[in-house]
């Protein structure tokens, strides 16, 4: 999730001094990835990089750019610093990260609105900004829209720092693709199980569509990245969902599971489909898609019982938690062999 292109707004927009701090480079284990967002106010920090003695030392680096008086008209400061995750900083990592630290102010609310309704709207953007040294002003950041506006549900935001071979000094380009990274989840079923379940998911990077017969089964009020749909035919809302969505289904009727379920096999372009059930609800649901003329192996992508593996407790609460868990697992899988073997150049030295 991108909240801190909107926090970033609303402070540049009250006038308020800020300083990002950015993951800008990882070498060895660390607490957060390249491309991890801070804010630092004079009085306030918003986010982390990962906390301890490193994140104290950006947030004091950060409060004393936000004290000096701004060498340019913008009143923009950007500076990069090596910290070595050792005895140094009491920190067990033992890796090297570089931060960079850029002071914003109300000549930068251009284009961070920019950036925050693209966000929004479901579309990439690269942005770019230059270090001339460890301690001075550079180019004004900039920012284009990406190759591929439509980004694929998941994408994470990938930042490299590079020597920017167009400067003849060894410029520094902190680099980052700013790319939705919220997968779209589909949930029927507004039971205990269900209700619980969205608690959790409504706190991670996903939207969700949570589907259901019985409107009277829906709590009042919902979140941003929650949409509720009491359907009569609650399996039109497999067909209407986008490419790589993960389905859920937990209705109060096995006719109507084994319905959904048809209906999401048809489709096959799905990233997850849990059932929630017992081994034996599998096997019968197995025989039954069989004798619908289902191949095995479109079978095997049903997951169910769905929840990560050796949690034995039933409680709605724990189930949630567990298949919360298996989603991210599986986003993170499917992340990973997106990305391959290919990785953004790294700074040199």
């Not at 096959?268 to 289902?294: E, M, N, P, V, Y």
Request: aromatic share 6%.
């Amino acid at each position: 999730m991108h909240d801190w292109l909107t926090q970033l707004k609303q402070l540049l927009t009250h006038g308020d001094a800020v300083v990002l701090v950015t993951v800008a480079h990882v070498d060895g284990s660390a607490p957060r990835d390249a491309g991890t967002k801070m804010l630092v106010t004079r009085r306030q920090a918003y986010y982390t990089i990962g906390g301890g003695h490193l994140e104290w030392q950006a947030i004091d680096i950060a409060r004393r750019l936000l004290t000096e008086t701004p060498a340019e008209p913008s009143g923009q400061r950007r500076h990069l610093q090596r910290m070595a995750l050792g005895p140094s900083l009491g920190q067990c990592c033992g890796g090297v990260v570089m931060l960079a630290f850029e002071r914003l102010s109300l000549a930068d609310l251009g284009w961070v609105a920019a950036l925050q309704k693209r966000s929004e709207a479901g579309l990439a953007s690269l942005r770019r900004v230059w270090f001339t040294s460890l301690d001075s002003p550079a180019a004004p950041v900039q920012w284009l829209a990406a190759e591929d506006d439509e980004s694929p549900s998941g994408a994470h935001e990938n930042c490299c720092l590079l020597r920017d071979p167009s400067s003849p000094g060894g410029d520094l380009l902190l680099s980052e693709t700013i790319a939705p990274d919220r997968f779209h989840v589909v949930l029927f079923g507004a039971g205990h199980v269900g209700a619980a379940l969205v608690k959790v998911l409504v706190n991670l990077p996903c939207t969700v569509h949570w589907v259901d017969q019985r409107d009277t089964q829906f709590p009042a009020g919902a979140a941003a990245n929650l949409t509720l749909d009491p359907n009569d035919t609650p399996e039109a809302a497999v067909d209407e969902a986008p490419p790589g969505s993960y389905f859920l289904v937990m209705t109060h009727s096995h006719a109507l599971d084994q319905l959904l379920s048809e209906r999401i096999l048809r489709r096959g372009d799905f990233a997850f489909f849990g059932l929630i059930g017992s081994k034996t609800k599998r096997q019968q649901f197995q025989r039954r898609l069989q004798a619908k003329g289902f191949e095995q192996t479109e079978i095997e992508r049903m997951i169910c019982p769905i929840g990560v593996p050796g949690i034995r407790d039933k409680s709605p609460e724990t189930i949630a938690i567990a298949v919360a868990a298996q989603l991210l697992q599986q986003r993170e899988e499917r992340a990973l062999t997106a990305q391959g073997s290919t990785h953004p150049m790294a700074i040199a030295g």
